[in-house]
């Protein structure tokens, strides 16, 4: 896309150039810095250290400047000296370079200079310039397509599509990243251990809101993408819901303090199901109840003290269906800029579509792996923890012990490797209520009354009772967390606080 845009804005300089001549006001550019620098680096090739990680040709405005500049680059990366004298033959027969004076030009750029300090200004000056032309295209391109309605291209999808390209034309070319000296990497971590000490007894990422779990994790850190997986009917969206609401809640109640303000890509639920669910957590009004409609009067006391709560709650729901992994990242950043976004949660990975929005089964490995890589891309970008979830394989249904491992996720391998932390939910309850037992041709009434009533004890000891399997964790131990689920509440808590049904 950068490159299509590029080709856009050499375009366009020509147009403007043109203009130029006719009084009409110019694109910006400054030739005086390119032959600066150019000049510069024809004297001292060691300059272009200075400006090779965020400068390509492209950003020239002549074209025949960035033909000199690219032959620099490719002449001093060989190793050999890039001068006047080792470039002339290079352009000897160069149309381009015979408009500004063929190869005697090379040399009136070295007669010139006059200094090789300010080669990174110079440098940065030109892709800045380079920077407003593109801007100048884009929004040229813009216009262009909202004056010409398109069924097949919505304003909406327009808005995205020129979000993305504003974003691709800030990160390309960027001299952000690159190596940091260890000194200073090793201050920073000093700093956060520090922090930490100051924080004993909590955590120092994001709360779940479940106890056992932020202490095993530290909470949910930025920039980490975790994988919240399971079989259907295990409680993946009530987690994945009741993470972003504790969260949210922590924010709003320590102002800002601790949890995180939370957004949640529904991709399978409506926006109004997932906070029909909510309210049943809150309320403590069963969903199904709210579904039918068999509510009593206290329930909807019960809501209006529940709405209070959640009418001020720093938490967004988008229900789109059918996202690529961009429009995720496109409407995240924005969230990002105008609401200080912390935390993303994204129902369910699967659903989420790469940058080809393709379906088909032998490109839909490669499509996964596009997608975790692009979440945890995202998870970095806006320094915030992202939690997906994920469905699992069969596999696991057709094996005597079905708690999940990681070779049961689904559809890529891509998902273990790119995630930071993977957690299985598995209810040995949901299957037992499915294996009651009935009586065998060859028993008598004692066996399997006896039978039955270790099955019935089975069922006692598990009712309620779930099971967190960490599975994976880059920066911490593993294990498996017992926690407490109300299904009818749509809801996860601390296994301590109901001692009764240990």
Same mark, same amino acid.
């Given at each position: 896309? =950068?490159?299509?845009?590029?080709? $856009?804005?050499?375009?366009? @300089?020509?147009?403007?150039?043109?203009?130029?001549?006719?009084?009409?006001?110019?694109?910006?550019?400054?030739?005086?810095? %390119? $032959?600066?620098?150019?000049?510069?680096?024809?004297?001292?090739?060691?300059?272009?250290?200075?400006?090779?990680? =965020? *400068?390509?040709?492209?950003?020239?405005?002549?074209?025949?400047?960035?033909?000199?500049?690219?032959?620099?680059?490719?002449?001093?990366?060989?190793?050999?000296?890039?001068?006047?004298?080792?470039?002339? %033959?290079? =352009?000897?027969?160069?149309?381009? &370079?015979?408009?500004?004076?063929?190869?005697?030009?090379?040399?009136?750029?070295?007669?010139?200079?006059?200094?090789?300090?300010?080669?990174?200004?110079?440098? /940065?000056?030109?892709?800045?310039?380079?920077?407003?032309?593109?801007?100048?295209?884009?929004?040229?391109?813009?216009?262009?397509?909202?004056?010409?309605?398109?069924?097949?291209?919505?304003?909406?999808?327009?808005?995205?599509?020129?979000?993305?390209?504003?974003?691709?034309?800030?990160?390309?070319?960027?001299?952000?990243?690159?190596?940091?000296?260890?000194?200073?990497?090793?201050?920073?971590?000093?700093?956060?251990?520090? +922090?930490?000490?100051?924080?004993?007894?909590?955590?120092?990422?994001?709360?779940?809101?479940?106890?056992?779990?932020?202490?095993?994790?530290?909470?949910?850190? @930025?920039?980490?993408?975790?994988?919240?997986?399971? /079989?259907?009917?295990?409680?993946?969206?009530? #987690?994945?819901?009741?993470?972003?609401?504790?969260?949210?809640?922590?924010?709003?109640?320590?102002?800002?303090?601790?949890?995180?303000?939370?957004?949640? =890509? +529904?991709?399978? #639920?409506?926006?109004?199901?997932?906070?029909?669910?909510?309210?049943?957590?809150?309320?403590?009004?069963?969903?199904?109840?709210? /579904?039918?409609?068999?509510?009593?009067?206290?329930?909807?006391?019960?809501?209006? %003290?529940?709405?209070?709560? &959640?009418? +001020?709650?720093?938490?967004?729901?988008?229900?789109?269906?059918?996202?690529?992994?961009?429009?995720?990242?496109?409407?995240?950043?924005?969230?990002?800029?105008?609401?200080?976004?912390?935390?993303?949660?994204?129902?369910?990975?699967?659903? *989420?579509?790469?940058?080809?929005?393709?379906?088909?089964?032998?490109?839909?490995?490669?499509?996964?792996?596009?997608?975790?890589?692009?979440?945890?891309? *995202?998870?970095?970008?806006?320094?915030?923890?992202?939690?997906?979830?994920?469905?699992? +394989?069969?596999?696991?249904?057709?094996?005597?012990?079905?708690?999940?491992?990681?070779?049961?996720?689904?559809?890529?391998?891509?998902?273990?490797?790119?995630?930071?932390?993977?957690?299985?939910?598995?209810?040995?309850?949901?299957?037992?209520?499915?294996?009651?037992?009935?009586?065998?041709?060859?028993?008598?009434?004692?066996?399997? @009354?006896?039978?039955?009533?270790?099955?019935?004890?089975?069922?006692?000891?598990?009712?309620?009772?779930?099971?967190?399997?960490?599975?994976?964790?880059?920066?911490?131990?593993?294990?498996?967390?017992?926690?407490?689920?109300?299904?009818?509440?749509?809801?996860?808590?601390?296994?301590?606080?109901?001692?009764?049904?240990?």
């Amino acid at each position: 896309m =950068f490159f299509v845009m590029t080709t $856009q804005v050499q375009q366009i @300089n020509k147009e403007h150039a043109d203009r130029a001549e006719t009084g009409y006001k110019t694109i910006p550019h400054n030739t005086e810095a %390119e $032959q600066a620098l150019l000049g510069a680096l024809l004297v001292n090739n060691s300059a272009l250290e200075r400006v090779s990680d =965020f *400068l390509f040709p492209e950003h020239f405005f002549n074209p025949a400047h960035g033909r000199i500049y690219a032959a620099i680059c490719k002449m001093i990366d060989r190793g050999q000296e890039a001068s006047p004298v080792t470039l002339k %033959e290079y =352009f000897h027969k160069d149309e381009e &370079l015979e408009h500004v004076g063929g190869g005697e030009y090379l040399a009136e750029l070295a007669h010139n200079v006059i200094n090789i300090v300010n080669v990174q200004d110079y440098g /940065r000056t030109i892709y800045d310039l380079h920077l407003r032309r593109a801007l100048v295209a884009l929004g040229e391109e813009i216009t262009g397509q909202a004056m010409q309605p398109d069924l097949d291209l919505p304003p909406s999808t327009q808005i995205e599509a020129a979000e993305q390209q504003l974003f691709n034309l800030a990160s390309e070319g960027s001299a952000r990243g690159g190596f940091v000296k260890f000194a200073s990497a090793l201050s920073n971590a000093i700093n956060t251990a520090e +922090s930490a000490f100051r924080n004993q007894g909590k955590i120092t990422g994001v709360t779940t809101g479940l106890t056992d779990i932020d202490q095993k994790l530290g909470g949910l850190h @930025n920039s980490d993408l975790l994988i919240v997986a399971g /079989r259907p009917s295990m409680g993946k969206t009530v #987690m994945g819901v009741n993470i972003a609401f504790n969260a949210a809640r922590a924010y709003l109640e320590s102002g800002g303090g601790e949890g995180a303000v939370s957004a949640i =890509f +529904s991709l399978e #639920m409506s926006a109004e199901q997932l906070a029909a669910r909510i309210l049943a957590d809150i309320s403590s009004v069963s969903s199904d109840k709210i /579904r039918k409609g068999e509510l009593m009067d206290s329930d909807f006391q019960k809501f209006i %003290e529940s709405g209070r709560l &959640l009418s +001020s709650l720093p938490l967004f729901v988008d229900d789109t269906p059918a996202l690529t992994v961009g429009a995720v990242r496109t409407r995240a950043r924005r969230l990002k800029r105008t609401e200080n976004l912390g935390l993303i949660v994204i129902d369910y990975l699967q659903l *989420l579509s790469g940058s080809g929005g393709g379906r088909g089964s032998e490109n839909r490995v490669q499509e996964i792996s596009e997608i975790t890589r692009g979440l945890k891309a *995202l998870a970095k970008e806006l320094n915030v923890p992202v939690v997906a979830l994920s469905q699992l +394989s069969r596999a696991v249904e057709s094996r005597d012990n079905k708690r999940p491992q990681l070779s049961d996720l689904r559809e890529s391998g891509s998902i273990e490797q790119d995630a930071d932390v993977v957690m299985f939910l598995y209810r040995e309850q949901y299957y037992l209520e499915r294996e009651e037992p009935s009586r065998k041709a060859e028993e008598n009434e004692e066996k399997f @009354n006896d039978r039955y009533e270790q099955w019935q004890q089975r069922c006692a000891v598990t009712h309620n009772i779930a099971e967190c399997i960490i599975a994976k964790q880059r920066h911490g131990p593993i294990g498996t967390i017992k926690l407490f689920f109300e299904g009818q509440y749509t809801r996860f808590s601390d296994l301590d606080t109901h001692h009764d049904t240990r």
